[in-house]
Every structure is written in structure tokens, then in C-alpha cells.
């Protein structure tokens, strides 16, 4: 199974900004859609981005105008850029994404560990 793997994360003062990575940890065909997630402290798991194949992107409310998500199709990797981060922006960061290992097989559904992005006032 196709693992992802996240970068970018940290600490940062309210409006600063930051730049998510998240890359396959194994040679891959090509990604179709990605996706970011955040988990705060005591809450539940919410979307935050999303991107599709055909590069229509969606996202939460709250990030709108501030967060930007973004894919690289030739190094099969998907971005997450944040601006004017918020503490309300702290919590816990994943990236899921349908991979494709061959033009015909696709995993769905992949995860990354997650990394923590903490926002100070």
C-alpha cells in the first residue's frame, strides 16, 4: 500500500504562513484527487482542501482566501499553502489522496501520519 508522507509543518506566530508538502513514499504512476484535514485539540476530524484530477479545488469556509491548495502532477506531489495563519488553524494536519501505482490500478483513500502546525498569538 502507497503511504504519503507530509512536510512543512511547525510553529508559527498568527499571521505568518507555511507550506504543506505531501508526497508518495514510493514511486507512483500519477495522484488523482488530494486533500488536506485538520484535527484540533478535542475536535473532530474536518476538511480543509480539496483538489481533483481536473485541478477544481474546494474548501472549508474558514480558509477560504487564506489557503491555497495546489499539485505538481510531474513530481506527483500535492501543496497545501497557508497564509495569515490563525490559532485557530492549530491542530494536527493530514493529507489523503487517491493514488494511482499504474495508469489502470488506483488506491483510494490514503493517509498520511499527520504533523502538527501550532499558530501563536
Known amino acids: 500500500q502507497v503511504q504519503l508522507v507530509e512536510s512543512g509543518g511547525g510553529s508559527v506566530q498568527a499571521g505568518g504562513s507555511l507550506r504543506l508538502s505531501c508526497a508518495a513514499s514510493t514511486e507512483i504512476f500519477s495522484i488523482d484527487a488530494i486533500g488536506w484535514v485538520r484535527q484540533a485539540p478535542g475536535k473532530q476530524r474536518e476538511w480543509v482542501a480539496r483538489?481533483?484530477?481536473?485541478?477544481?479545488?474546494i474548501y472549508e469556509d474558514s480558509v477560504k482566501g487564506r489557503f491555497t491548495i495546489g499539485r505538481d502532477n510531474a513530481k506527483n506531489i500535492g501543496y497545501l499553502q497557508m497564509n495569515n495563519l490563525k490559532p485557530d488553524d492549530t491542530g494536527v494536519y493530514f493529507c489523503?489522496?487517491?493514488?494511482?501505482?499504474?495508469?489502470?490500478?488506483?488506491?483510494?483513500?490514503?493517509w498520511g501520519q499527520g504533523m502538527q502546525i501550532t499558530v501563536s498569538t
Open positions: 489523503t489522496a487517491d493514488v494511482r501505482t499504474s495508469q489502470y490500478t488506483i488506491q483510494r483513500g490514503r
Open positions: 483538489i481533483d484530477s481536473e485541478n477544481t479545488t
